[in-house]
């Protein structure tokens, strides 16, 4: 629904928000991370949830640099290389998903749950 709101009104920050908070709840940074770009990208700068969405982004930076040695864009780039691994594991594209999944250790060398995908689809 929060997709439905912002495809309607793409400048709804609230919608942007509120979609990061639930993305956060869902332990799903990726999505948390983008959703709070586009709070910042699209709301009043004097709002407090856009503070709030500065913050976390600020602390995640630092977060990501510090575990991961990347900035948060590269971080999102990994985490879109690894989507496309699991698509190709759903379709049992062994080789193909393999390929993603080194794509994303290109941009993230420390993702962990890359290698072990590695190693599963190298099962199979």
């Not at 908070?21 to 910042?40: C, G, H, I, R, S």
């Not at 049992?92 to 999944?101: C, K, L, P, Q, S």
Request: hydrophobic share 35%; net charge negative.
């Amino acid at each position: 629904h929060f997709d439905r709101a912002t495809d309607i009104a793409p400048d709804f920050a609230q919608a942007y928000y509120n979609k990061a908070a639930t993305y956060k709840e869902l332990m799903n940074p990726k999505q948390t991370v983008k959703a709070f770009l586009k709070v910042v990208e699209t709301g009043d700068p004097d709002k407090a949830y856009v503070q709030q969405a500065k913050d976390f982004l600020k602390g995640f930076e630092k977060l990501i640099a510090d575990h991961e040695g990347v900035s948060i864009e590269t971080y999102l780039k990994g985490g879109d290389e690894f989507d496309r691994g699991v698509e190709y594991v759903q379709k049992r594209e062994w080789e193909e998903a393999i390929r993603y999944f080194e794509r994303s250790l290109a941009l993230t060398p420390r993702h962990a749950q890359s290698h072990g995908n590695i190693g599963l689809c190298s099962l199979q």
